[in-house]
């Protein structure tokens, strides 16, 4: 892989911004830098002819930028937070009449689906308000068709029977996706989908896309990309659209630095607005 220096990696973010809305400047430059370097060999090219091509192609500086962000996720990805989310975040809402949810980062929609199972298997789902964002339109279109590939599907399950392993309660994966190991597909069942608000929508930007405030806001492994200060902003953000008593859960390797967590009780990676 090519090295590459700071200053050509601010060259490069300064070529995204100046044809773009899209800012990079705080984005962690070692997993930013890996990222760009993936570019180069995906496009065989150098950083002069990539800085070119976004500067040329707005067509292209938009699927620079789609390859730029790190898209992972899994259904029930990291069990011990969905079985703390199953035994003791959801029945808190029992009595709410709305329960208004912003995934933000939302990827392909994993995060959204499990979430929806947990809901469903509460009583809550009819209750909900899902409303979902990313940077990243490709990703959200994966996640409005509900449509996986089952290469995943052993990582699914195995995260699916953590869940659930101490809650004394059996669920069957069947009954929230059509599995086809023939065709290759994992489908989200149709009462899944159409219950989830999208919209295209850049953090870096500090609003609110929806402009409603939240009982449960998800922002998990998105953070980790960006710079302390631009942690905070965004955390200040979250804080603002959530309720007294709402939950912001952010990813496991993530945390909350700084004034701005006083303003939070912090059970594990959740984090319960005081
Ligand atoms: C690693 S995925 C996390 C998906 C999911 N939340 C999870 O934890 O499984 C990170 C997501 O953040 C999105 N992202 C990156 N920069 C963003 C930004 N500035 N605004 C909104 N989303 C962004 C990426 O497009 C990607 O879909």
């Given at each position: 892989?090519?090295?590459?220096?700071?200053?050509?990696?601010?060259?490069?973010?300064?070529?995204?911004?100046?044809?773009?809305?899209?800012?990079?400047?705080?984005?962690?430059?070692?997993?930013?830098?890996?990222?760009?370097?993936?570019?180069?060999?995906?496009?065989?090219?150098?950083?002069?002819?990539?800085?070119?091509?976004?500067?040329?192609?707005?067509?292209?500086?938009?699927?620079?930028?789609?390859?730029?962000?790190?898209?992972?996720t899994e259904i029930f990805r990291?069990p011990?937070?969905?079985?703390?989310?199953?035994?003791?975040?959801?029945?808190?809402?029992?009595?709410?009449?709305?329960?208004?949810?912003?995934?933000?980062?939302?990827?392909?929609?994993q995060?959204?689906y499990t979430?929806?199972?947990?809901?469903?298997?509460?009583?809550?789902?009819?209750?909900?308000?899902?409303?979902?964002?990313?940077?990243?339109?490709?990703?959200?279109?994966?996640?409005?068709?509900?449509?996986y590939k089952y290469r995943e599907i052993d990582e699914y399950i195995n995260n699916f029977k953590e869940?659930?392993?101490?809650?004394?309660?059996?669920?069957?994966i069947?009954?929230y996706f059509?599995i086809?190991?023939?065709?290759?597909?994992v489908?989200?069942?149709?009462?899944?989908?159409?219950?989830?608000?999208?919209?295209?929508?850049?953090?870096?930007?500090?609003?609110?896309?929806?402009?409603?405030?939240?009982?449960?806001?998800?922002?998990?492994?998105?953070?980790?990309?960006?710079?302390?200060?631009?942690?905070?902003?965004?955390?200040?953000?979250?804080?603002?659209?959530?309720?007294?008593?709402?939950?912001?859960?952010?990813?496991?390797?993530?945390?909350?630095?700084?004034?701005?967590?006083?303003?939070?009780?912090?059970?594990?990676?959740?984090?319960?607005?005081?």
């Open positions: 892989m090519e090295d590459l220096t700071p200053e050509e990696i601010q060259l490069f973010i300064e070529a995204i911004s100046a044809h773009s809305n899209y800012d990079f400047s705080e984005y962690s430059i070692k997993s930013f830098t890996r990222r760009v370097q993936k570019l180069l060999v995906d496009y065989r090219t150098d950083i002069t002819g990539l800085i070119k091509r976004v500067s040329e192609n707005s067509n292209f500086l938009e699927k620079a930028v789609i390859n730029i962000t790190v898209n992972t990291d011990k937070i969905w079985e703390y989310i199953n035994t003791t975040i959801l029945p808190r809402y029992k009595n709410e009449s709305r329960i208004n949810i912003w995934h933000a980062g939302a990827s392909t929609g995060e959204i979430m929806l199972i947990l809901l469903k298997q509460h009583g809550l789902f009819d209750k909900a308000r899902v409303y979902a964002s990313d940077i990243n339109s490709e990703v959200l279109e994966i996640s409005k068709s509900g449509k869940t659930y392993k101490n809650s004394g309660k059996s669920y069957n069947n009954d059509k086809s190991r023939n065709r290759n597909t489908k989200t069942k149709s009462f899944l989908l159409d219950k989830t608000q999208y919209k295209v929508h850049d953090l870096t930007k500090i609003t609110n896309p929806f402009a409603v405030k939240y009982n449960i806001i998800f922002c998990r492994n998105v953070l980790i990309y960006f710079n302390h200060e631009l942690q905070n902003r965004i955390i200040k953000l979250f804080e603002n659209s959530l309720f007294t008593g709402g939950t912001l859960i952010i990813g496991k390797h993530e945390g909350i630095l700084g004034d701005i967590a006083e303003k939070f009780e912090k059970q594990g990676t959740i984090y319960i607005k005081k």
